[in-house]
Structures are given as C-alpha cells and as structure tokens.
T-cell receptor, first 114, second 110 residues
Framework: EPEVTQTPSHQVTQMGQEVILRCVPI?????FYWYRQILGQKVEFLVS????????KSEIFDDQFSVERPDGSNFTLKIRSTKLEDSAMYFC????????????FGSGTQLSVL | AQTVTQSQPEMSVQEAETVTLSCTYD???????LFWYKQPPSRQMILVIR??????QNATENRFSVNFQKAAKSFSLKISDSQLGDTAMYFC???????FGTGTSLTVIP
C-alpha cells in the first residue's frame, strides 16, 4: 500500500527556534492535512490544503504556523517561533479526493521543544 | 462546528469476546462521513472502518462493525472475537476535516 512519508521522525529544538516538518504525500493525492497529538490526548486538526491553498484551519493554527507545497511533492509545516506547548506528535495526512475518502496518515514527527 | 465525544477513556475485554466502543457527535455538515481509526503503541493511525451518513446500512469490515444512529448522532464500534492485536487507542472521527474524539484505550486480556 502507498505511504505518506514524514521526516524527521524526531526533532528536538530550543524554544523560540523555527522548525520545518516535512511530508511527502501519496503521489496522486490532492488533499493534504496536518494534525497534532499531544501525548495522551486526542488527535487535533490543524489545517487542510487543496489546490495550493489552505481550505480550512483550526484555531490552533495561528500566525506562528504556515504550510507550503514548494515543489509539487513535498508538503511542509513551519512553526516560526516554537513554544514549549508545541511539543507534540505531528501527523501529515493525505487523500485522493474530498469527502468520504480514506485519510492516509504518515508515521508522525515527534517534536520536542526544550 | 464539529464535536466528537468518546465517553469511555478506557475499556478492557477478554480475548475472543465482543466489545462496543461508543461515540457521539455533532456536526453542521449535511452530508458527512464517519470513521474509526486505531492507534497502536507505534502511534501509526490505521483506518478501521468508514460509514457514509446518508446510508442507513451499517458498515462492516470483517470482525468490525458499526451501529450508526443518525438521529441520535451516535456511531459505535463493535469488535467481535477480540484479538490481542486489537489492543490500541481507538478514535472516532467525523466530517470532511476529520475531527477526532478523545479516544478509548482498549486492552484485550488473554
């Protein structure tokens, strides 16, 4: 089965630093997502991306966050100035079409902000 | 707006027995889908089953089935013949952007 690939699997950064989390969605997928999961808590929707623009974002996705699809294959999440509370597992996901289609998740990037 | 509630933080079941995980939701979408995802200790998110809200027939997938009550906004997951490999967190998700519940930690006891 095709896979969504996320790199790195673990990232440690200092508070206030910028981080970029990288994802390679499945090649024929059109819809892309970022989620985060603080340890022991639920998976939270951050943002969805379609046709090279954000289609929806949650209240978590404030001005410190941005997403980009720079080259037609990668899909990145940038956090400009990390805070301690940004420590979480970040999941990238993609699907072929919109509503109803299975969402394929990557294996996640564990971000630790010190 | 979407809200998804899973009222059972933890459950356990004996191997080979049946267990039902509950999920209730609220959504402003008129046509939507519902999903159950499994998250084992590896933290990989794995689709278990999917239900289309406009279909009255409950979805089934091998040992997994749902009881979808649209009027009550309820979407429970039944696992039959539980296996040790079913031990995981189970998340209910609703809507086009996949709003997840808080999860139920299921332990299958040998």
């Amino acid at each position: 089965e095709p896979e969504v690939t996320q790199t790195p699997s673990h990232q440690v950064t200092q508070m206030g630093q910028e981080v970029i989390l990288r994802c390679v969605p499945i090649s024929n997928h059109l819809y892309f997502y970022w989620y985060r999961q603080i340890l022991g808590q639920k998976v939270e929707f951050l943002v969805s991306f379609y046709n090279n623009e954000i289609s929806e974002k949650s209240e978590i996705f404030d001005d410190q966050f941005s997403v980009e699809r720079p080259d037609g294959s990668n899909f990145t999440l940038k956090i400009r100035s990390t805070k301690l509370e940004d420590s979480a597992m970040y999941f990238c996901a993609s699907r072929v079409q919109g509503a109803g289609e299975k969402l394929f998740f990557g294996s996640g990037t564990q971000l630790s902000v010190l | 707006a979407q809200t998804v509630t899973q009222s059972q933080p933890e459950m356990s079941v004996q191997e080979a027995e049946t267990v039902t995980l509950s999920c209730t939701y609220d959504t402003s979408e008129s046509n939507y889908y519902l999903f159950w995802y499994k998250q084992p200790p590896s933290r990989q998110m794995i689709l278990v089953i999917r239900q289309e809200a406009y279909k009255q027939q409950n979805a089934t997938e091998n040992r997994f089935s749902v009881n979808f009550q649209k009027a009550a906004k309820s979407f429970s997951l039944k696992i039959s013949d539980s296996q040790l490999g079913d031990t995981a967190m189970y998340f209910c998700a609703v809507g086009n952007q996949f709003y997840f519940g808080t999860g139920t930690s299921l332990t299958v006891i040998p």
